[in-house]
């Protein structure tokens, strides 16, 4: 008996076909009941067969439904006939009045609620409802038989009626009681897999935030000990490999920070964060990292920003950053061969608003007319290019159309099948008023001019377009001699050339004698130039952004030219470093001495504390994951030490933990500031003066 219920109402069978294989028993059941006890009484054989033909079609039904699998189409059929046909043509023809009838059609109604779905169940209620009114209205009114009136007059009339009330609310009962004990059942097996979710994806967070700090722990060395190559008096060969190890290393920490912002997908949870930030600086960042990315395909990265953007803006730039990367990252992956471009243009919205608007196009495959608006939806598969998500580790349009929601934008795309796609984002952002002049192609140095060669029509215009609205004077020759002959005159601020046309015309150049501090190179981010007498390497794209660091002799383009220097001195300050890493150490400690303080190393938590007690230290930089004592555990013991002059020395938190709410985190543990690794100068400048006493700090002239 258990391997017939299990076959038909166990947990193998779905829920639909489970509360359909009840039914149709309950069904077929009783009116088989009803058949044998309608012989008994001798009722009309008109009743009899209208009641075995149910039952018959019902069993017919429950075994047929193992085969085909339709439990949809055997209901409709099934109501049709039982609700339709059998319970009207009974009311109407049936010699002896069935008052009893209506009563059943209640049976009809609730199978049509519980076993169907969706615009089915509507339209089958309707039917069946207009059909019981319409069938009671002819025989109760029309046919208007005085019999009617008088109501149940014997014992076996109100037995019928009993009855009816009885199967009924069993039928009724037995099916609802059956479909609410499935829907628990449903609904604990669902929490049970939310919370199994839930753990899962905590484990994921935890392991992505461990793996981003295993990796961004190594490239702190990695970025550190280049910087210092580069701040070095290396030769320049030297340089070159590490401007290279430089360039890859900030693409895998941008991957490393996508991929702490994947473990935080739970838009509902996240906010906005309205700070100041560089937009030109960004920007920047952006186009490097696809720069690199983009080193081994025949696409072609153009720029176009436009100069007159405000530089400083307030917002959350992490957030825009995810989507513009995202938006380039889908071009790159579905862009075997062509272009790709980055357009940066603005609206003002008010005196201190404006609105920025990105957008990405390409020649890619793009995108079919009936898909566009799939591809902003989570895990999307139709078409053939539907989810374009970033290739590796990319967050997907669904999470960045949110992102862009969150912070009152908007994302969208248009597609020309076959040839390309342009992904739009628009977003408002606002801006100080100290800060209206600052502009992301704004220049210091207006009387600068330049002369180029540019020997491919695409690029050549781009160049035009920039160096004129960013109003500075240039000149274009049509040929490499009259390129090589203007060197040599030595009119201009600047030279640009393409460095394959360099390698051509570098003989003739060095024979006019001509002045190569002015010779600026425009190549791909990879382009060696270790033994060239030439200063300058302009990498492309080529935009306002890189050539207004040209001219502005800024440290976003003196990567590939000037030696950064600190602006300040803190000859007289004392500052300790903890990291249980040697390597980290020495290289914290490199970067510091640029700056020209006591620097003071410690392995671990407890070294600190004894090297504490003994030396005046007036900032600590500590490590946040050693073992043994952690950051907050060392903290902890420091604020605890009985000399205030010890307790009370500014300490910085150092850590490659860099998730949203990270930095808040430990500012409430009580340390003074944050220090994400791998460590950059700017902010490590900031994080000095913010916390060295100002008696100790030196500005240089």
Known sequence: MSKIVDRFLGDGVSVSERIFYLAIFLSSFFSLLFVSVAVLLRMDYFTVAVYASISLIGTVFFFLQKKIHREILLTIIYLTYVNLICFPALLIISPKDLIEIPLYSIIGLVYTLVLLHGKTRIIMYIIQVVTDMGVAFYRFVVMDDPALHVGPNTTLDYLRIQAAIIITGVLCGCIIRYRHLQLRKEMAVRELATKKAEIVSDAKDMFLVNISHEIRTPLNAIIGTTDLLLDSNASNHIKEKAFNISNSSHALLSITTDLLDFSHMNVDSITPVNVKYDLAFMLNDIINLMSVRLLDSNVEFLADIDPSIQKILIGDSGKIRQIIINMLSNAIKYTKEGFMALNITSEQMSDDEIKLKIKVSDSGIGIRKENLDKIFEPYNRSGEMTDRIIEGNGLGLAFCKKLAGIMGGNIWAESDYGKGSVFFFEVNQKYDK???????????????????????????????????????????????????????????????????????????????????????????????????????????????????????????????????????????????????????????????????????????????????????????????????????????????????????VPVVVLTANVVSGAREMFMKEGFNDYLSKPIEIDKLEKVLLNNIPSDLVKLKV
């Open 434 to 648: 100290e800060d209206e002049n600052e502009r992301c192609g704004s220049i210091k140095n207006t009387d600068d001019t330049v002369c180029f060669y540019i020997d491919r029509p695409d690029e050549e215009k781009n160049i035009e377009k920039v160096l004129s609205v960013m109003n500075i004077k240039n000149v274009k020759v049509s040929s490499r001699d009259e390129f090589v002959k203007e060197c040599g005159l030595n009119k201009y601020t600047y030279y640009f050339v393409l460095a394959d046309t360099y390698e051509f015309i570098k003989e003739k150049l060095a024979e006019s004698d001509i002045d190569w501090r002015k010779l600026v190179i425009i190549s791909d981010c990879n382009y060696s130039y270790s033994g060239e007498p030439i200063e300058y390497v302009l990498t492309k794209p080529v935009s306002c952004l890189n050539i207004a660091d040209l001219i502005n002799r800024t440290k976003n383009f003196a990567i590939r030219k000037q030696l950064f220097e600190g602006g300040f001195d803190i000859e007289k300050a004392t500052v300790m470093v903890v990291d249980d890493s040697i390597v980290n150490l020495e290289v914290a400690k490199g970067i510091l001495e640029r700056y020209n303080p006591t620097v003071i190393t410690a392995y671990s938590g407890a070294e600190s504390l004894m090297t504490l007690q003994d030396e005046h230290v007036d900032c600590v930089f500590l490590d946040y994951m050693m073992p043994g004592m952690d950051g907050i555990d060392t903290l902890k013991a420091i604020r605890a030490l009985d000399n205030p002059e010890k307790s009370n």
